[in-house]
């Protein structure tokens, strides 16, 4: 079965770069989707289609996929992006959406 | 702005079913092709997918839970629905309901506060 691998968690100080990776043998040619969840709320959708920004996200949000890794990346971390972060594919092989385990992000 | 809530008992005993409807306000669940989903979260855990559903009715379910998963939709109700049937202390967690995309590969834009269902007896 198609699993989605997510590093559990990502430290950085404010201001920094991160990048939460989703890897998965060729998910370059499937779209990828990003979640932001904090504690007690609902997902909230941060990316679509591998790069898209549903209107509402800053700028600092953007995504990229290619080959066996997808990547989340927040420019200019702030306390308010502490979260976790969960990757979702469809696995047109099997019928079903996947989503990876999540990475919790630590703004130190 | 669309608007998604779950309804249903917050306890059922295992064995039973586990029952849950989400209403749709903002827009009409048929009103364009979308699909509509049921995710839930264990407690301290992860996202796990349960299944979607098209306006039309056609489902589609987690392999690891398609025996015991319904999915149905009453468009005059603007509503849809789950049941999850012989449920067990694993099947305890937050049930999200959300709006999929217009293509089973799209994404969940728009979820429900989610709610708790526990089990015990």
Redesign the interface.
């Known amino acids: 079965s198609y699993v989605l691998t997510q590093p559990p968690s990502v430290s950085l100080a404010p201001g920094k770069t991160a990048r939460i990776t989703c890897g998965e043998n060729n998910i370059g040619s499937k779209s990828v989707h990003w979640y932001q969840q904090k504690p007690g709320q609902a997902p909230v959708l941060v990316i679509y289609y591998d790069s898209d920004r549903p209107s509402g996200i800053p700028e600092r949000f953007s995504g990229s996929n290619s080959g066996n890794t997808a990547t989340l990346t927040i420019s200019r971390v702030e306390a308010g992006d502490e979260a976790d972060y969960y990757c979702q594919v469809w696995d047109s092989s099997s019928d079903h959406v996947v989503f990876g385990g999540g990475t919790t992000l630590t703004v130190l | 702005q669309l608007q998604l809530q779950e309804s249903g008992p917050g306890l059922v005993k295992p064995s039973e079913t586990l029952s849950l409807t989400c209403s749709v306000s903002g827009g009409s669940i048929s009103s364009r092709s979308y699909y509509w989903?049921w995710?839930r979260q264990p407690p301290g855990k992860?996202?796990?997918?349960i299944g979607?559903i098209y306006d039309s009715g056609s489902t589609?379910?987690?392999?690891s839970l398609k025996s015991r998963v319904t999915l149905s939709v009453d468009t005059s109700k603007n509503q849809f629905s789950l049941k999850v049937s012989s449920v067990t202390a694993a099947d305890t967690a937050v049930y999200?309901c959300a709006r999929h995309g217009t293509h089973?590969?799209?994404?969940?834009?728009y979820?429900?506060?989610?709610t708790l269902v526990t089990v015990s007896s």
């Not at chain 2, 589609?60 to 392999?63: A, F, I, R, S």
């Open positions: 989903g995710i992860g996202l796990e997918w979607s589609y379910y987690n392999p999200y089973l590969h799209g994404q969940f834009q979820w429900g506060q989610g």
